[in-house]
């Protein structure tokens, strides 16, 4: 019957989430074998996944009889950070504070604990942020290179993605998505997904090979970073303005 509605009216579905509709989005997997609720990273939206005999009436009443869950999720969501002189943005895992003097140059320059930067205020916001992601395709091209180099493949090109369901990705063609916002963690968070990435150009898979490989060509310990970003990834994604 939800279904009929739905379609008749035109309308997506909506879940009321602490006195806010957020969106549903359903998702089809063949792989799933039950139901699965999600929130997105930002707060943005509610996503269900189902196998692909589930209904979307299934999955609507499975979302707003859980809407107590998602409240408690949408309550750790990082709030919005005004990108203005005095605020404070995560950069390798530690807080910068933004020290803003029209008088300066524009470009943003790093201190201790702190970005300085000059320039009209009304362009701040979007110059902090290519910045980030400017010190994001940096560093990452470094790290591609240095697991590339461990993995004995050739050096593969690198995009940056804002994507919200995953930190990175490697297509079968070797072109590795790393997301950018990974900048913000610390450096062995962000170094842990690109090995990630790296080591699918030879398992392409999450076999135990996989992951003993990963454990190779990695310095660090994986299963510490991967608590670190289950913990702390939503703090990633606070949105800038």
């Not at 997904?193 to 080591?199: D, F, G, P, T």
């Not at 490989?213 to 990633?236: P, Q, V």
């Amino acid at each position: 019957m939800i279904d009929w509605l739905l379609k008749r009216e035109n309308t997506d579905p909506t879940v009321d989430v602490a006195g806010r509709l957020l969106p549903l989005v359903i998702r089809r997997n063949a792989q799933a074998r039950r139901m699965t609720m999600r929130l997105a990273p930002d707060g943005s939206e509610v996503r269900v996944t189902l196998p692909t005999w589930g209904r979307s009436a299934e999955a609507l009443d499975f979302a707003r009889s859980r809407a107590g869950w998602l409240a408690g999720q949408l309550a750790a969501v990082p709030e919005a950070v005004e990108l203005g002189h005095g605020a404070a943005i995560p950069y390798l895992g530690q807080p910068h504070v933004i020290r803003h003097d029209p008088a300066q140059p524009r470009k943003v320059a790093l201190g201790e604990g702190e970005l300085i930067v000059g320039g009209p205020a009304a362009s701040l916001p979007s110059r902090l942020k290519r910045w980030l992601a400017g010190e994001a395709r940096r560093l990452m091209t470094d790290d591609l290179s240095y697991y590339c180099l461990r993995a004995g493949q050739p050096q593969q090109s690198l995009m940056l993605t804002n994507a919200k369901r995953r930190w990175g990705s490697c297509a079968r063609d070797g072109t590795i998505r790393i997301n950018w916002r990974l900048v913000m963690a610390p450096s062995y968070v962000r170094r842990s997904v690109v090995a990630h990435e790296v080591a699918h150009l030879v398992h392409f898979d999450h076999s135990p090979a996989f992951h003993a490989y990963l454990d190779e060509i990695f310095e660090g310990e994986i299963r510490m970073a991967n608590r670190w970003l289950k913990r702390e990834g939503k703090s990633l994604y606070l949105p800038m303005s």
